[in-house]
């Protein structure tokens, strides 16, 4: 059950890969809510909708294999150029000249890109949790992803051979690392189910899609010149889930801040 | 009303941050026995959020207080056993008829003419008795999974007395005093997790077991053994007094008190029945939004409940 239905729904086609998107309100500016990785679709942002579509309006479309999208099993719909041009297809399809876009995550790679390459469809950019290569060092890329696990312990479960044999574990520790405060059985449970609504064949797709590197992503990042909130929890991954009210606020403080509200 | 130093036993943990704060507070006494009260909130109409089984304290009501006191003016109070009011010792002092005197104090102490009352499990029997027998201060009752003898309860929970030793501490066989001495809290997360059998529930747990912590075992003993010496048999009279209008909210899902039990409820004392689905046994913290929606509804319901 939802708290707010979308006002229309529809897809874009970006080279035979269906993407489903939904728009709700019809208030100025538009947000963006990005997709983020394919292990959720745009039902994650459900604590952000119902409140933000009061004020503004605001699109949401689910990434390539995950949710009402197509499910592609190979590399190329899920390259960050291809992601990054879905951005504006989507724009586009929702009859919006420009949007604030918010992303989580990996969400972050795709909305820089679509910053850098199209300033004048870009209002500012909220990035919540951003997933960049700019910091390495993250004990989850320590575990080779190919090659047979030779422990089930923490991150080693990061690996394509567990996830094809155990997805739901995968899911359930994944998740409890994403939510590390007290009292978050709901969100984890939320997300394990849209987890299980994609597969690790479509995951294990994704995965070999190249991520950008340090300089591409500081390339991109010299170019946005348009107002950048970035939101991080110090340990939850996902607070747009565990603490919507805050990050509502924050969203909407950081949209009525923008020139004339962002609605020029 | 002012506060004044909060009695010997009160709990020394700071307590959690509160949405809304009190806009007065003080203590009432009736026999010795201080009861602390607050007030939130000014003008018509009152509801008076009742005290429950003293396992718990006024701070059970955090998800109704700071809502209904944009719509009303909300009293509590710390039943006698728990939060900043006494713990006087022995059974006798926790019969029901203390709890509505108690109750009635504090509308004296408050300067409220007249009140809605809003009590849940064993609050129950004490507004039936307010209501019943004061019915020009009470406008009308609403009882959230009302845990009174007028149908039989769950019978895994009659399997074991209270007083008596048993070799088992399987499930029911915890509620027993001799548990609860050697292990009160492993009790107190049984009895909770039984009460919020929803899923998702772990702070509502949590804080419940903590306000469970704020009082003792053995003067929790004390108030299970009064309510059942509760004199059951004269209830449906009692209830067949009372002349406001009533409601009844009680869970389907409820594991402490069964739902044909506020189901007979409605029907003694014509009231409405608003049936949660899935619901446990403590609502007004499993389903804020949903509870406080009735309540107003409720309240603005009866003559003159809606403010001017």
Known sequence: MRAREPDT?????????????????????????LPAWTVVHARFWKAQVPYLARHYRVVTYDGPGNGRSDRPVVAAPYRYETQGRSVVAVLDATGADRAVLVSLSEGAQWALWAAAHHPERVL???????????????????????????????????????????????????????????????QVEDCVGWGLETTPQVVIAREQAPWPDEATLLGWSARVRRPVL??????????????????????????????????? | MTTVGAPPGARTAPEQTRARRPDADGFVERDDVKLYYEVYGAGEPTVLLLPTWSIVHSRHWKMQIPYLARHCRVLTFDGRGNGRSDRPAGVAAYLEDEFAADALAVLDATGTDRATLVGVSCAAVWGTILAADHPERVAGIVYIAPAVGLAPGHPERQVYAFDEEYETDEGWA???????????????????????????????????????????????ADTSRAISLCRLERFRDTCARVRCPALVIHGDGDLIRPHAQGAALAEATGGTLVTLEGAGHLPQARDPVKVNLLLREFVESLPSGRRP
């Not at chain 1, 340990?235 to 747009?240: K, T």
């Not at chain 1, 509502?248 to 004339?260: G, M, V, Y």
């Not at chain 2, 509620?175 to 919020?196: C, D, G, I, K």
Request: proline share 6%; aromatic share 16%.
């Open chain 1, 9 to 33: 729904e529809g897809y874009v086609d970006r080279d035979g890969v269906k993407l489903h998107y939904e728009v709700f309100g019809d208030g100025r500016p538009t947000l963006l809510l």
């Open chain 1, 124 to 186: 500012g950019n909220v990035f919540i949790c951003p997933t960049v290569d700019l910091e390495l060092g993250d004990e989850m890329w320590s575990e080779p992803f190919e090659e047979p696990y030779t422990s089930t312990e923490g991150w080693a479960r990061y690996n394509r051979h567990y996830w094809l044999g155990h997805w739901r574990e995968f899911l359930e520790f994944f998740f409890s690392q994403c939510f590390t405060e007290a009292h978050s059985t709901k």
């Open chain 1, 230 to 264: 970035v939101i991080h929890g110090d340990e939850d991954e996902i607070p747009n889930a565990r603490d919507p009210v805050r990050v509502n606020l924050l969203i909407r403080e950081f949209t009525e801040s923008l020139p004339a509200g962002g609605a020029a």
């Open chain 2, 174 to 220: 915890k509620y027993n005093s001799h548990f609860w001495s050697r292990s009160y809290r492993e009790f107190l997360e049984f009895f909770f997790a039984q009460s919020f059998s929803e899923p998702h529930s772990t702070k509502p747990t949590e804080d419940a077991v903590g306000w469970a912590l704020d009082t003792d075992p053995r003067t929790l």
